[in-house]
């Protein structure tokens, strides 16, 4: 089965900086690779996806994400970050017809 | 386009009760996909459905049960709930479905936040 590891518990980022979240994959071909936002008491909304060709990928809210093979890694990545930004993130691989979700990092964002 | 919607979003249930939680799917998906969300931590998944029929499933025991129905909408029944089955309960759709082959990208809903005393 693929599965996912997201090393960061919890991240705290100041207004303005800029983020990256960490996301390990684990599966022997090209995986499928999602990144999920959830803010409290929501659902999950899609940020970014990645399934084949460009390695570097644009998503919703100024987000993107890079591919690489060789670290087995999938970082999701902002520029500056804003108060709204403040929310759970999920990394997903597609595992057949599932998605395997990893534990999550929560992202805190002081002014 | 409308979206994933779920509902109720709140429940409140008691130890042995029996629940049963709904999802509309996006227009255009035919594949929904169920997960549990315990908290502060990812989802599970528990199955899913493909034009009426379990397509896939984790490791959930057999009182967790569910149905898809013509119209793609589906269902999430949870019998002799205990207080484990506590969590948030997620509904995702999507198109495709076949197990193996490619998967489209599932869309989720707002959840139902399930509290068993």
């Known amino acids: 089965a693929q599965s996912v590891t997201q090393p960061d518990i919890h991240i705290t980022v100041s207004e303005g900086a800029s983020l990256e979240l960490r996301c390990n994959y684990s599966?022997?071909?090209?995986?499928?690779l999602f990144w999920y936002v959830q803010s409290p008491g929501q659902g999950l909304q899609l940020l970014l996806k990645?399934?084949?060709?460009?390695?570097l990928v644009q998503g919703i809210k100024g987000f993107e994400a890079e591919f690489k093979r060789s670290q087995s890694s999938f970082n999701l990545r902002k520029p500056s970050v804003h108060w709204s930004d403040a929310a759970e993130y999920f990394c997903?691989?597609?595992?057949?017809?599932?998605?395997?979700f990893g534990a999550g990092t929560t992202v805190t964002v002081r002014a | 386009e409308t979206g994933v919607t779920q509902s109720p979003t709140h429940l409140i249930k008691t130890r042995g009760q029996q629940v049963t939680l709904r999802c509309s799917s996006q227009?255009?998906?035919?594949?929904v996909s169920w997960y549990q969300q315990a908290l502060g931590q990812g989802p599970q998944f528990i199955f899913q459905?493909?034009?009426?029929?379990?397509?896939g499933r984790g490791n959930f025991p057999p009182r967790f049960s569910g149905l898809q129905f013509p119209n793609y909408s589906s269902e999430l029944n949870v019998n002799a709930l205990e207080l484990d089955d506590s969590a948030l309960y997620l509904c995702?759709?999507?198109?495709?479905?076949?197990?193996?082959?490619?998967?489209?990208?599932?869309?989720f809903g707002p959840g139902t936040r399930l509290l068993v005393l």
């Open positions: 995702a759709s999507s198109s495709g479905g076949v197990a193996g082959a490619y998967q489209e990208t599932q869309y």
């Open positions: 990645y399934f084949s060709g460009d390695t």
């Open positions: 227009s255009g998906h035919n594949t």
């Open positions: 997903a691989v597609d595992d057949d017809y599932k998605l395997s």
């Open positions: 599966y022997g071909a090209t995986p499928y």
């Open positions: 459905y493909y034009r009426e029929e379990e397509n």
